[in-house]
Structure formats: structure tokens, C-alpha cells
């Protein structure tokens, strides 16, 4: 009996580290809720057609500037009010939600998978190569981001795809560097030297060996990296270097009311705040992941 209590709690207590990560973040409450809140954005994104009341293109001029439901003049079936051409301004908040997301889930993948890559090569094979990379980084890290983005966008030209490969050519950088110093600290520890014993090759042991043991740092930085690069499509498509009418962008939505403030202040303040929803949102979540993947911070 006493066997069978000693290996059930044997079992009990051992428990993975991703499980450990895991049961921490749920233990977040803030940072669960906030997550939720993401995925809800996601949610929204996906299933566009299907929620959006009306057509976001299509434009009224006899709703011009109407009000939400809520205020006098508004009407139920238009809750969130309309714009200036008299468009669904709740429609467009949803397709919107689309391009934000769609821009920054792009951004975050392509730009850490060329970050994670010269990352781990440059602080695994060091020389030459790592001077070169690290110059690059050095280089485009000496450039503020919006300034940087506007430059390339005006040589470039605005739309979709030109503001997704902006932004992956200054996003890389930063994943990059993470990585790299992951990597310099991760190839001096006992399991790098156990496997180049075992006579296993440099392509393996940065792969199999400290890609793994580094990729929850990864995770954690490009969940805070996507709030800022949701910010800065924002405000590339206020300035009308990002996406293009009619698309719908939040950016361009707040862009679009800046003029009517005083007399329809629902065509910039909606937008706005579903920027923020969303910004904060993510932020929260990441803190919430950091916290959970450092041992260090929980201690």
C-alpha cells in the first residue's frame, strides 16, 4: 500500500514543464481573460461575412453621419451609427477586425521564422557570419519604426502586401537578436557538448538540441511584437500609406472621422477604441506569458 501511495504521488508531483507553464498562465486571471478576449477578435475575423449586418462597401448618403442606436436619430438596425458615405460603421469595425489580425499574425510568423533562422545560425557558427548579420540588425534598429515604414511605403507604394513586407523587413531584427543571445548562452550548455560527443552535426544540434529549449522565449516575443505591428498598420493607413479604400481599416476608419469630431465623434471613436481592445488585449496576454515561461518572475 505504502508503494502505491509513494508512485502515485511520484506521478503526481511529476509534472512537465509546458504542463508547469501552462497551470501558471491559466492561474493568471487577467491574462487568461485577456486572451479570451483575442481569440474572440479571432473569432470575429474568421467568421466576417457571416456577422457583419450589412455590406461595408455599400454606401447610403441618405445615412450620412448617422448616429448609434443608442442616440436620437439612431436606428436599431445600425447600432454602431454610419460614416460620412453613410457605410455600416459596425460592418466595417468587423471586416476591419480582418485586416488588423490578418496583418499582424502575417507579420509575426514570416518575420520570426527569418529571425529565428539568422538568429540561430549567427549565434551557433559565429564569425563571420554573425558579423554580418549583427551589423544588419545594428543598422535597421538605428531606424524608428513608424519613420522606417513611412520611407519604405512612400518609395513602395501603399496596399496590402507592400505594408506586409515593410514590416517584416524591420520586424525580423528583433526576434533575431533574442535568438542570437539564446543561442551564444544555449551552445556552452552541457547538452550541446553531450551531442557534439556524440558526433552529431551543426544543422542537428541547433534544430534538435536548442531550437526546442529556446522556442517558448520565441513564442512570448512575438506575442508582444504583434500589438506593436497592429499599432503601426494603424497608423500607416491613418496617414494613407497602408491599406486603401473602400478595404476596411481601423487605421483609415479613425482617419476618416478626424473631421467630424465635434458633430459625429462615433466614425473616429469607435475605432479607436476597438484598436485598444485589441492592443491591450494582447499585451496583457504576453505579460501574462512571460510570466508563465520564467521561472524566475514566478519565483
Not at 104 to 132: N, Q
Amino acid at each position: 500500500m505504502s508503494t502505491l501511495l509513494t508512485g502515485g504521488a511520484t506521478r503526481a508531483t511529476a509534472e512537465s514543464p509546458l504542463a508547469g507553464n501552462l497551470r501558471a498562465f491559466a492561474g493568471n486571471g487577467a491574462a487568461l481573460l485577456s486572451l479570451v478576449v483575442v481569440i474572440g477578435f479571432a473569432l470575429v475575423a474568421a467568421a466576417a461575412p457571416l456577422l457583419a449586418p450589412h455590406d461595408p462597401y455599400a454606401s447610403d448618403l441618405l445615412r450620412r453621419l448617422q448616429p448609434p442606436a443608442w442616440m436620437e436619430g439612431g436606428e436599431r438596425a445600425f447600432p454602431l451609427g454610419c460614416d460620412a458615405l453613410g457605410r455600416d460603421i459596425l460592418s466595417r469595425l468587423i471586416y476591419g477586425t480582418r485586416v488588423s489580425m490578418f496583418i499582424g499574425v502575417a507579420v509575426v510568423l514570416a518575420a520570426t521564422v527569418i529571425g529565428t533562422l539568422l538568429g540561430l545560425v549567427a549565434g551557433f557558427r559565429r564569425g563571420a557570419i554573425d558579423v554580418a548579420v549583427s551589423r544588419v540588425v545594428d543598422v535597421l534598429l538605428g531606424f524608428p519604426y513608424l519613420i522606417f515604414a513611412i520611407g519604405l511605403m512612400a518609395v513602395m507604394g501603399p496596399g496590402l502586401a507592400n505594408i506586409i513586407l515593410v514590416l517584416v523587413v524591420k520586424e525580423w531584427v528583433l526576434p533575431c537578436r533574442v535568438v542570437r543571445a539564446e543561442t551564444l548562452a544555449a551552445r556552452e550548455m552541457e547538452y550541446v557538448e553531450a551531442a557534439r560527443a556524440l558526433g552529431d552535426g551543426g544543422a542537428h544540434i541547433m534544430f534538435r538540441e536548442i531550437l526546442p529549449n529556446i522556442l517558448s522565449t520565441v513564442v512570448v516575443v512575438a506575442t508582444f511584437r504583434m500589438a506593436s505591428i497592429i499599432i503601426v498598420e494603424a497608423s500607416l493607413s491613418f496617414l494613407g500609406l497602408g491599406v486603401q479604400p473602400p478595404m476596411p481599416s481601423w487605421g483609415s476608419m479613425v482617419a476618416d472621422g478626424r473631421q467630424f469630431l465635434l458633430d459625429a465623434w462615433w466614425v473616429s471613436t469607435l475605432p479607436g477604441l476597438a484598436i485598444l481592445a485589441l492592443v491591450l488585449a494582447i499585451n496583457v496576454a504576453s505579460q501574462g506569458l512571460r510570466d508563465a515561461f520564467d521561472p524566475g518572475l514566478r519565483a
